[in-house]
């Protein structure tokens, strides 16, 4: 290496030299840290004593660990697939050739742009059970007894999940981006061929966007399973009976409630582990299905 090359050397790393710093200080030094505590008795304000696999051992036999973990499982397989065909329809359908076509696209991506606190808060009053204007509405249809979704264990999951259908306009623009990307000689094939509208949705149109339907499946997993401002806002301190304690719920409860963070750590490479795991068996599962041009 030249006295040029060792010049410009210098000046590259100078130039990136506050994203190297970033990175050593707020990525990868919190992340070694928490691995650490995560085998560490910590409470933040005193000294790590450390403890081995104590708290991996402890969450194996903790009842409520169990339990936010299965609430968190069970509303991401209820939530995801319906997020992602609904964001579908809603895409298929704002990509056709009506009048208002932009207009329509604002109103469905705006409630994603609504921070999600502020959105929760909303929903605590179309969700009440007395009072709220989704029973309001299905009083209006004739249900006489329409679901206590705050208050009955059995409906909590199901009004997080409702919740989780509002706000699916960032994966409709995505989904529309693919759409408009889709080459209309296809579809003119497709036609002269003698293809119906279903098929040419399907031998057409999902082969196209695959990989768009494969990144919003991983991105859906990963955040459905760090759900956390929705359920916290409707059900502080998980609902009725737990039924919606979530796991991020219950880590955030873990670190800063009961300042048990060597505890919190282990839930949260845990938490790691899982989505790593699930992930990997999405790219299995769909690797035959997402064609790449």
């Not at 304000?45 to 409520?64: E, T």
């Not at 579809?187 to 057409?204: N, Q």
């Not at 938490?271 to 690797?287: D, S």
Request: glycine residues 8%; positive net charge.
């Amino acid at each position: 290496m030249n006295s040029r090359e060792r010049r410009n050397l210098r000046t590259g790393l100078l130039f990136v030299s506050p994203w190297i710093v970033g990175f050593f200080m707020f990525t990868l030094y919190p992340v070694a840290a928490s691995l650490f505590f995560s085998c560490c008795d910590y409470d933040v304000l005193s000294a790590p004593i450390w403890v081995g696999g104590m708290n991996y051992r402890d969450l194996a036999v903790d009842r409520v660990f169990w339990q936010s973990l299965n609430n968190t499982l069970l509303f991401s397989l209820l939530s995801l697939p319906l997020g992602m065909i609904l964001a579908l329809l809603l895409a298929i359908l704002l990509n056709q050739p009506v009048r208002g076509r932009g207009a329509f696209r604002a109103i469905f991506f705006l409630p994603s742009l609504v921070p999600l606190v502020a959105g929760a808060m909303v929903w605590l009053w179309i969700l009440n059970g007395r009072l709220g204007l989704l029973n309001q509405f299905l009083g209006m249809l004739g249900v006489q007894h329409p679901p206590q979704w705050m208050s009955d264990p059995l409906w909590t999951k199901p009004a997080l999940v409702l919740m989780s259908l509002w706000g699916v306009g960032n994966s409709v623009v995505i989904y529309l981006a693919s759409l408009q990307d889709v080459p209309r000689s296809l579809y003119e094939a497709a036609e002269i061929d003698g293809a119906s509208a279903w098929m040419r949705l399907r031998h057409v149109t999902l082969p196209m966007i695959s990989p768009v339907i494969y990144f919003n499946l991983i991105i859906g997993i990963i955040g459905t399973l760090q759900t956390f401002a929705s359920a916290y806002v409707l059900f502080n301190g998980g609902g009725p009976g737990r039924s919606a304690l979530f796991y991020a719920v219950y880590l955030y409860q873990n670190a800063f409630e009961f300042r048990q963070m060597g505890y919190a750590c282990a839930m949260a490479w845990l938490l790691f582990l899982l989505i790593l795991g699930l992930t990997w068996l999405a790219t299995r599962a769909t690797r035959k299905h997402v064609f790449y041009q």
